[in-house]
């Protein structure tokens, strides 16, 4: 069983739908939970990172953890073509980063 | 602030050539540097990881290797290139010993021919 287990998709929306994103992990020891965005050809680009269980809100983006069930999850409110991207979670234990496959979205005009 | 940046952002060469990618953290001191391969589908491969100069650990067996002569510069090499090399490499800095979060350069993407 991999440390995180993310849906590649693709996912496809139209603009303004509500796009939730997850993430799940086995490993209970994980502290940090991390959500990246990546544009083709280019390198993740840190959106959030939160630590506890709860919500975390910046914008029209909220990262929820679920520590008990160990399940993350990304929520994009009123989504735009420009957040057509690769959306990849990733997760810390002591000093070894984990991430998730990416999972890609794609936003309809 | 801190930023990084990784060069050459394109390249392709010849098999059995020798490659050499570079990266440089600035507005921080002593980083945790580490190399990511990044395969379509297959998420983020972790290289090589630096902790301080000098200081490389691999992770997977190949003909790469990494060096990092000053703080805040960290190097990917080959002598000979195979064709299998071709992908998109991506330099990344933590901070501290617990860092609680890992940053990106814009990447690397190597085609071998």
């Known amino acids: 069983q991999k440390e995180v287990e993310q849906d590649p998709g693709p996912l496809s929306v139209p603009e303004g739908a509500i796009v939730s994103l997850n993430c799940t992990y086995s490993?209970?020891?994980?502290?940090?939970f991390m959500w990246y965005r990546q544009y083709s050809r280019k390198g993740p680009e840190l959106l959030m990172y939160t630590y506890s269980s709860g919500n975390k809100e910046d914008g029209r983006f909220t990262a929820q953890v679920d520590k008990s069930s160990k399940y993350i999850s990304l929520f994009i409110r009123d989504s735009q073509p420009s957040d057509s991207a690769t959306y990849l979670c990733a997760m810390i234990s002591g000093n070894q980063f984990y991430f998730g496959t990416g999972t890609s979205l794609t936003v309809i005009p | 602030s801190q930023t990084i940046h990784q060069w050459p952002a394109t390249l392709v060469q010849p098999v059995g050539s020798p490659l050499s990618l570079e990266c440089t953290v600035e507005?921080?001191?002593?980083?945790?540097l580490y190399w990511y391969r990044q395969a379509a589908g297959r998420g983020l491969q972790l290289l090589f990881y630096s902790v301080g100069i000098g200081q490389i650990s691999s992770e997977v067996p190949q003909n790469l290797s990494a060096s990092r002569p000053q703080d805040r510069q960290f190097i990917l090499s080959s002598k000979k290139l195979l064709l299998s090399d071709s992908g998109f490499y991506l330099c990344a800095w933590s901070q501290g010993q617990f860092g609680n979060t890992i940053y990106f350069g814009e990447g690397s993407w190597l085609t071998v021919v």
């Open positions: 490993n209970s020891a994980f502290q940090y």
């Open positions: 507005g921080t001191s002593n980083p945790n």
